[in-house]
């Protein structure tokens, strides 16, 4: 099992940045890769960007490429996530997803990212 503990989110004006963490522990060495997904209110959650845990390959959303940065610290077992040029449409729960090489998956508690003047 991996367990996983996203902090960093707020409230952030309009062209802001902020910067998302997602720490995991446990059994790590049998993570595939993680994702970052958000979930607005009466929106279906989404995929926002993903990375490979062993190879550092990265995907994006159309919407956020170009701000959003997905990287990975290896020392610290731990995915961040830097938004910049943050817009009012970014506003959602956002949610770190690991899965695993054996097809298992596992979901963080969510955190709250306004994005409000």
């Known amino acids: 099992q991996v367990q996983l503990v996203e902090s960093g989110g707020g409230l952030v004006q309009p062209g802001g940045s902020l910067k998302l963490s997602c720490a995991a522990s446990?059994?790590?060495?049998?993570?595939?890769?993680v994702g970052w997904y958000r979930q607005a209110p009466g929106k279906q959650r989404e995929l926002v960007a993903g990375?490979?845990?062993?190879?550092?390959?990265?995907n994006y959303a159309d919407s956020v490429k170009g701000r959003f940065t997905v990287s990975r610290d290896n020392a610290k077992n731990t995915v961040h996530l830097q938004m910049n040029s943050l817009k009012p449409e970014d506003t959602a729960v956002y949610y770190c997803?690991?899965?695993?090489?054996?097809?298992?998956?596992?979901w963080g508690q969510g955190t709250q990212v306004t994005v409000s003047s």
């Open positions: 997803n690991a899965e695993g090489t054996t097809g298992w998956a596992s």
């Open positions: 446990g059994s790590i060495v049998s993570i595939y890769a």
């Open positions: 990375i490979s845990w062993s190879g550092g390959v990265t």
